[in-house]
Structure formats: C-alpha cells, structure tokens
C-alpha cells in the first residue's frame, strides 16, 4: 500500500518532468523549485534556478520537438528523495554542446535525482550521456 508521502513525492516529481522536460515550461521551476535550490550537474552551468531554466530554454533551442518519457520513478520517501530514469527523442535544429545544427533525429537518456522538502525541489543531481549524444550527432 502506497502513502499520501509518496504519492506527493511521486506526484511533484512527474509533474516537474512533464511541465519542465516534455513541455518546456521554464515556470514550473518558479512553482516547484525552492529559491534556494541547488542543482548540482556537472554541465558547469550556473547551479541555480536561473541556470536550471536556461538549461531547458537550450534544450528546447536545439530541439524543439524534444519529447521526455518517464521510464522508471522510485522514491525514497524518508529523505524525500525520488529518482526518475528518462528517455527522449528530439531532432537537432539548433546548435547544442557547440554542435551546429545536423537534423539528425537524436535519442537521450539520463538519470535525475531530485530532493524534494516541504512540497519543493531543493536539490537535483542529474546525469545523462553527453558523449553518445555528441556521436548520434557526429561531432565524435
């Protein structure tokens, strides 16, 4: 049997997916992100709201059909921790990791874990492949 906890959990970290990573909606970090958030990607870029919002408005720049599936969704619940195994497909029509544009239809997956306090995302931790996107794009 499930619990309320964990369906919150649950229901937080599907919806910050489908808004974030399947719509595109840089709003949802202002409603479901804590202002003092920490992301902690090892991209280099700002680990901050605002850089988690350009990380997204980058992604969708470069791939504007970008399509996010959940695969997988566990939670942790006395940490309030929840992990989401992705997987995407989107057509490359801008430029990205300093790739120009190929139109080559490409494939991500990764990993993210997420933090979630008092009904907000205090933390990320999110891993995806860059090297193989970089050979779907034959940049390598």
Known sequence: ??????????????RWIEEGWV???VKIVDE???PDFVDCDPSGREPT???FKKAILEVYA?????????EDLVVEQQTGKVAVRWSAVGTHKGKYLNA???GKQIRFKGIEIITIQNGK??????EWNGIDLL???GVI
């Open 135 to 137: 050979g779907q794009l």
């Open 1 to 14: 049997m499930v619990d309320a906890k964990t369906e919150e959990l649950k229901k937080i970290a599907r």
């Open 62 to 70: 470069a791939f504007p059909d970008f399509n996010c599936k959940v």
């Open 49 to 51: 709201n605002a850089g």
């Open 23 to 25: 719509r595109g909606n």
């Open 32 to 34: 479901l992100h804590a």
């Open 121 to 126: 995302i205090t933390e990320r931790w999110g």
């Open 100 to 102: 120009p544009p190929t």
